[in-house]
């Protein structure tokens, strides 16, 4: 049997194998495993915003939170060893500026992630456009129009929760017996939030792929305890923003609704809000690496803690090739 071996390649990445020769990365394989990861995303994180939204279901923040960290945390267990499980273009800035990642590759990462997104989407609207023309009928909606975003939801965040938080403009709402819910979290508070939340989450995920750490976890239970963080983010900021912490979780869906005629819903947003999902949550990305890095990492222990084997593949290793 094959013995466990670390292999150290190009780029100054380290890739973990079970046994296996060294080889040069097949990097278009790396670009559609990151697609891979953000249509599994995108398709299952939806999920739940699709059965309260169309069908009534429902759900709560809790039950939403688990969808889209069981989505997160399968994706990583389905990708993170061919690509490093990325899924996310701040995360992507961060391995290039902090981790070594080749700058050559950024711009196809965040490419293909994006385009993860897009497909994810156009395969629920193949799936459930009907659904989702007759809800924009019983609304008295049209796509796109003042008000579409209680459904264009489905795909894409919005600043507030519409069906949470409420919408605007007044007008609108009073028609549609909704809550006028734009004065009660402005854009500028739904960026804090996006940027704050994704800091935290880049740093939960820099922590636990910290080989010093005490608690540094096992391959299988990496992406579980990374589904439990994600779950509790969408807890917090759910009826601010709707969570994006991904720009590509965002732009690839609504690129994908621009497309198919939402027009003003999807650019620039019923408030003017696209940036609040897509660049807020990615500078926060950013911010948070800088943050382990110089204000986190140095009170480590500098012995390495003991454990049984490299979690996640790739991203691991990506993690600590400066170190």
Known sequence: MATTTIEHIEHGMEHWREGRPADKPNWLGHYFAEAA?????????????????????????????L????????????????????????????MALRRKFPWKHVVPYIVFQIFGGFVAAAALWGLYYKVI???????????????????SMLFIPNV?????????????????KVTYGWPLVSNWQGAAGEFVATAVLVIFILV???????????AWFFPLALALAVTMIVVVEGPASMVSLNAARDLGP???????????????????????????????????GFFYDFLIQPFMPKKTAAVEEPPSGR?????TATK
Do not use: C
């Open 254 to 288: 609504r690129l994908f609704l621009w497309f198919t005629g939402w027009k003003g819903m999807a650019f620039p947003g019923p408030r003017s809000d696209w940036w609040v999902t897509t660049i807020a949550p990615t500078v926060g990305a950013v911010f948070g």
């Open 315 to 319: 991203w691991r290793e990506e993690t």
């Open 37 to 65: 990861g953000v249509f599994i995303i995108v398709l299952f994180g939806d999920a739940a915003i699709f059965a309260g939204v169309l069908f009534g279901a429902g759900p709560d923040l809790i039950t939403v939170g």
């Open 133 to 151: 023309e007759n809800k924009l009928k019983l609304l008295g909606l049209v796509k796109g129009a003042p008000g579409s975003q209680l459904v």
């Open 160 to 176: 507030p929760n519409p069906a949470l938080v409420g919408i605007g403009p007044a007008s609108t709402a009073a028609k549609l």
């Open 208 to 218: 636990l792929l910290e080989l010093r750490s005490v608690n540094a976890p096992m």
């Open 67 to 94: 969808g889209w960290g069981l989505a997160v945390g399968l994706a990583v267990w389905a990708n993170a060893t061919i690509s490093g499980a990325h899924f996310n273009p701040g995360v992507t800035l961060v």
